[in-house]
């Protein structure tokens, strides 16, 4: 690489603010995937377009639950899956497809 060019943002400053009281929730192990189910929602209809909502697990077991759980069934034709069992071109393909409008993907570690 021998140019470098810098851009400034076409979205504006950031106006993301992180607040503990607000952004960090501690869910039941019973009432998890529920939880998670919510806060997707939210995060897909918080704006006045659809965004992409990324969600990351500790490992590809933890991924799998989710994705099979009742409460994820309506997502499912959204949803797509990046974790360690994908080869590395199948993964930057996943990547590339990942901030579509509306777009759910599930990762793990």
Avoid: W
């Avoid at 470098?4 to 998890?32: A, C, W």
């Avoid at 949803?79 to 497809?97: G, Y």
């Amino acid at each position: 690489l021998k140019v470098h060019t810098y851009m400034p943002s076409l979205y504006g400053p950031n106006q993301n603010k992180f607040s503990p009281q607000l952004d960090i929730q501690v869910s039941s192990i019973e009432r998890f995937h529920e939880d998670l189910k919510n806060e997707i929602i939210k995060r897909l209809k918080d704006h006045a377009s659809p965004r992409c909502v990324f969600v990351f697990f500790e490992n590809s077991l933890k991924l799998t639950s989710f994705y099979e759980c009742d409460e994820f069934q309506p997502f499912k034709t959204k949803a797509r899956i990046v974790s360690e069992q994908l080869t590395f071109k199948e993964k930057e393909a996943e990547i590339v497809r990942a901030p579509q409008s509306g777009r759910i993907t599930l990762l793990s570690k």
